[in-house]
């Protein structure tokens, strides 16, 4: 079992940047491949990023060279680096866990956290 637990939401303007965070519980965090999704009000929950065990990423197309996903190992955490923030972005983040080679889509995800509100303004 995985408790996955975000922080660093917020209120940003358009063209910030905004650090997540999730903090895994467990001493396995290193054998998970690990995400981000997001989900907007009235659509479905979407990839954002992900960070495989082995360390390489992959990206939502909408996201790519704007965010940044990275794992510490050591500390049991991932992080999502958001910058160029736009009001698309708009949404709640929810870190995610899956035993996979990658989470890429929600039914590769075991493990989910409760989420964090990003809000950008424009």
């Known amino acids: 079992q995985v408790q996955l637990v975000e922080s660093g939401g917020g209120l940003v303007q358009a063209g910030g940047s905004l650090r997540l965070s999730c903090a895994a519980s467990g001493r396995t965090f290193s054998t998970y491949s690990m995400g981000w999704f997001r989900q907007a009000p009235g659509k479905e929950r979407e990839f954002v990023a992900t960070a495989t065990r082995g360390g390489s990423t992959y990206y939502a197309d909408s996201v790519k060279g704007r965010f940044t996903i990275s794992r510490d190992n050591a500390k049991n955490t991932v992080y999502l680096q958001m910058n160029s923030l736009k009001p698309e972005d708009t949404a709640v983040y929810y870190c995610?866990?899956?035993?996979?080679?990658?989470?890429?889509?929600?039914?590769?995800?075991?493990?989910w956290g409760q989420g964090t509100q990003v809000t950008v303004s424009s």
């Open positions: 995610a866990a899956g035993s996979g080679m990658r989470v890429t889509t929600t039914t590769s995800v075991n493990f």
